[in-house]
């Protein structure tokens, strides 16, 4: 938990990121210290590894970096609740490629496009991954982030995934997963409100009802009112879960969507008030509140209890049961990477979402603690074994690699990332020359 006073944050961040100029650098992994290291590194060694992947393009993996470096991929149209920010969202994904690092030893590049246009940026992804091992995209705004990622899926060899649609599912159902043994209820006889129908909010509806929630019991509300068949106002990604979700067609707003349910995951605009007590009094016994939005939940914690919350989720470190993306993507990526998977599809993400749960409950759930806390590293090896697995059950890896043996490595890329970022701390080597 941050002891950062709120006050200070603005003039401390500031001075952070001009003093570094910035958060990342890229570092040799090999010495170039004599004229016989830069023939083999250069000039003419690196001719042979340029034919060898000429001849056999899988190569790649095995003679340059791609294997373990990933593009952070935005146009800046929805930062962190910046908004239409463009380019200047640099810093943000500087700040993810960082997390990329320490949580997962996987190196990531941020890139930041100069257009907004959705088939533009559909281009210029295809240009680039070449380059990468895999895809993170990031900040896109809906519905446009569907469409991009959609079409990049169909494109690419290599896995695409939209952090704010994927990473925040697989996190939010790993919390619930926990909640719901908390309070007693399954999956499959729970009724849930969805509040918010962007990126996130239709990313999470999807998992849940692949994890047994059916979807006549969720209720999904945007900002025109709770999605049915045949409401109109609605962009096609909507409409697909209009079909199945609400079959009873429940119409109005939030405090319809909520009335009765089991459980409501908010992921739309910072509150409070967005969610009332009135509405939490109104869901069923022993009910569960994800209030989601950042930095203000759709209503505070000590309220949702009040009203009767069993047990409450936002996505503050400063209060209990974080729901944090950065448990899901470093670990994701890591076993990704290490199986040389070809995308990230539904059995992964299940398979992410199971295992963060089970870290959690091995340490021992109560109302306070469904979910690991975001520096606990000890999710790592788990997370990403487990997606390994599943990338391997699924056919979608290009290598066969132990289980057992990703958990080993997920956990030794970690500990080296952070070892290696310490001396260079400690000597002063991260500052410009």
Not at 137 to 164: Q, R, S, T
Not at 236 to 263: C, F, H, Q, Y
Not at 377 to 393: F, L, N, Q, R, T
Request: hydrophobic share 45%; with cysteine; charged share 25%.
């Amino acid at each position: 938990m941050s002891t950062i006073p709120r006050e200070k944050i603005r003039e401390l961040a500031l001075q952070l990121h001009k003093k570094y100029s910035g958060k990342i650098e890229v570092l040799n992994k090999v010495p170039l210290r004599t004229a016989d290291d830069l023939s083999l590194a250069y000039t003419p060694g690196v001719a042979e590894a340029c034919n060898e992947i000429f001849a056999h393009k899988e190569l790649g993996y095995d003679y340059t970096s791609k294997a373990n470096l990933i593009a952070i991929v935005t146009d800046g149209s929805r930062v962190l609740g910046l908004g239409n920010i463009g380019p200047a969202g640099l810093p943000v994904m500087e700040g993810k490629a960082v997390l990329f690092k320490m949580f997962g030893g996987v190196d990531a590049f941020p890139i930041c496009l100069g257009t907004q246009d959705q088939d533009q940026i559909v281009q210029a992804v295809e240009w680039l991954a070449p380059s990468f091992g895999g895809i993170n995209l990031e900040d896109i705004d809906a519905p446009k982030c569907f469409y991009v990622h959609e079409k990049l899926m169909a494109k690419l060899d290599i896995p695409v995934f939209h952090d704010d649609q994927q990473g925040t599912a697989v996190v939010t159902a790993a919390g619930l997963i926990n909640a719901l043994k908390v309070v007693g209820k399954k999956m499959g006889q729970c009724q849930v409100s969805m509040v918010g129908a962007g990126a996130a909010g239709l990313a999470t509806c999807k998992l849940l009802m692949e994890m047994g929630v059916k979807g006549r019991n969720i209720f999904l509300v945007d900002s025109r009112g709770i999605l049915y068949d045949g409401r109109g106002n609605m962009d096609p990604w909507k409409e697909r879960l209009a079909k199945v979700t609400n079959k009873e067609k429940r119409t109005g707003g939030i405090a319809e969507s909520m009335k009765g349910t089991d459980v409501v995951i908010a992921l739309s605009k910072p509150g409070p008030g967005v969610i009332t007590k009135e509405m939490v009094q109104g869901m069923a016994s022993n009910p569960v509140v994800f209030a989601l939005a950042n930095p203000t939940p759709e209503i505070w914690p000590e309220d949702a209890k009040a009203a009767g919350a069993k047990v409450v989720a936002t996505g503050r470190s400063d209060f209990p049961n974080q729901v944090n993306n950065q448990l899901g993507f470093p670990a994701i990526f890591r076993g990704v990477l290490d199986v040389r998977a070809k995308t990230i599809n539904t059995e992964m993400q299940v398979a992410a979402a199971k295992a963060i749960a089970k870290v959690a409950e091995r340490k021992g759930l109560n109302e306070g603690y469904i979910i690991p806390l975001a520096t606990d590293v000890s999710v790592v090896p788990k997370e990403a074994a487990a997606v390994a697995k599943a990338a391997m059950d699924t056919g979608v890896a290009r290598i066969k690699v132990d289980p057992k043996e990703i958990a080993k490595r997920a956990a030794k890329w970690v500990k080296t990332s952070r070892r290696k970022h310490e001396k260079l701390w400690r000597a002063g080597l991260t500052l410009p020359p």
